[in-house]
């Protein structure tokens, strides 16, 4: 296990962890502004309360889907035998930053929310894997390649 650990480029799962929090700050930003102007309109004073019920949703549920994204670059890098790893590392990490900064899984929507981090981690690590595999990845069967004319 040691082994394993020592080959995870921590550098990588690291950076991924912290720009998916860093993402989905931007992405909440921008929704919750394009949100109010389009329901407000842009010449009107929005109400404090008219974002309220958009904030909650837009600021926790994007966050699997960034953390795939993330997780997949971090195993892309990795060596195949790791690559699952980082993605489950990524996912774990991202969990954790959430909870830390956010709130813990206490009802069972957070729980979902925190089981779909890490699940979209695993995710992302399979992807990272297979993209670095190329075309005889699991994903891509079927797929075939042009035969080599040189």
Same mark, same amino acid.
Do not use: C
């Given at each position: 296990?040691?082994?394993?650990?020592?080959? @995870?480029? /921590?550098?990588?799962? =690291?950076?991924?962890?912290?720009?998916?929090?860093?993402?989905?700050?931007? @992405?909440?930003?921008?929704?919750?502004?394009?949100?109010?102007? +389009?329901?407000?309109?842009? *010449?009107?004073?929005?109400? &404090?309360?008219?974002?309220?019920? %958009?904030?909650? *949703?837009?600021?926790?549920?994007?966050?699997?889907? %960034?953390? %795939? #994204?993330?997780?997949? /670059?971090?195993?892309?890098?990795?060596?195949?035998?790791?690559?699952?790893?980082? !993605?489950?590392?990524?996912?774990? +990490?991202?969990? @954790?930053?959430? &909870?830390?900064?956010? #709130?813990?899984? #206490?009802? =069972?929507? &957070? =729980?979902?929310?925190?089981?779909?981090?890490? @699940?979209? !981690? =695993?995710? !992302?690590?399979?992807?990272?894997?297979?993209?670095?595999?190329?075309?005889?990845?699991? %994903?891509?069967?079927?797929?075939?390649?042009?035969?080599?004319?040189?």
């Amino acid at each position: 296990m040691t082994d394993l650990l020592s080959k @995870v480029r /921590w550098d990588r799962v =690291l950076l991924a962890g912290v720009a998916t929090h860093v993402a989905n700050v931007v @992405v909440a930003v921008l929704l919750i502004v394009v949100y109010t102007l +389009l329901a407000v309109g842009p *010449q009107r004073e929005p109400n &404090g309360g008219i974002t309220d019920p %958009l904030a909650s *949703q837009v600021a926790t549920w994007p966050v699997p889907i %960034l953390t %795939l #994204f993330a997780a997949a /670059w971090a195993a892309r890098k990795a060596e195949p035998a790791t690559a699952l790893l980082h !993605g489950l590392l990524v996912g774990f +990490l991202v969990a @954790v930053i959430f &909870g830390v900064l956010y #709130f813990a899984p #206490f009802d =069972l929507s &957070g =729980l979902l929310l925190f089981t779909l981090m890490i @699940v979209a !981690g =695993l995710v !992302g690590g399979l992807i990272g894997r297979a993209d670095r595999n190329g075309p005889s990845s699991p %994903l891509e069967v079927g797929k075939t390649r042009a035969p080599d004319r040189g």
